[in-house]
Nanobody
Framework: VQLQASGGGLVQPGGSLRLSCAAS????????MGWFRQAPGKEREFVAG????????FYAHAVKGRFAISRDNAQNTMYLQMNNLKLEDTAVYYC????????????????????WGQGTQVTVSS
């Protein structure tokens, strides 16, 4: 399995970005995928997750109502639409995949995810 993340960049506070994560070599038709982020000097943290089996979506409290996770079934691509970006959203964003369904609480644990994209930098600055 390979994950290719893209879409990061520099944006002003209040702006929007859309991240993409293209998955190839999938061996499961019911994986769980997520977005994590890591700011300098901080641990990697969960941002949003999507369980393919039932299309349930999960969000960290800090981004709920501003970010939206989605997927394109045909292209095996996951997206993260980020609106009303704040300074504290600045981080390297990673997409990740676990090849089975996770319960909601397990999405918060990055150690459960087997595959990771290379990361894409999101910088929110005025």
């Amino acid at each position: 399995v390979q994950l290719q993340a893209s879409g990061g960049g520099l944006v002003q506070p209040g702006g929007s970005l859309r991240l993409s994560c293209a998955a190839s070599g999938l061996t499961s038709n019911s994986p769980s995928m997520g977005w994590f982020r890591q700011a300098p000097g901080k641990e990697r943290e969960f941002v949003a997750g999507l369980r393919w089996a039932d299309n349930n979506r999960f969000y960290a409290h800090a981004v709920k109502g501003r970010f939206a996770i989605s997927r394109d079934n045909a292209q095996n691509t996951m997206y993260l639409q980020m609106n009303n970006l704040k300074l504290e959203d600045t981080a390297v964003y990673y997409c990740a995949l676990y090849d089975r369904s996770l319960n909601s609480g397990s999405f918060y644990n990055p150690r459960l995810f087997d595959y990771w994209g290379q990361g894409t930098q999101v910088t929110v600055s005025s």
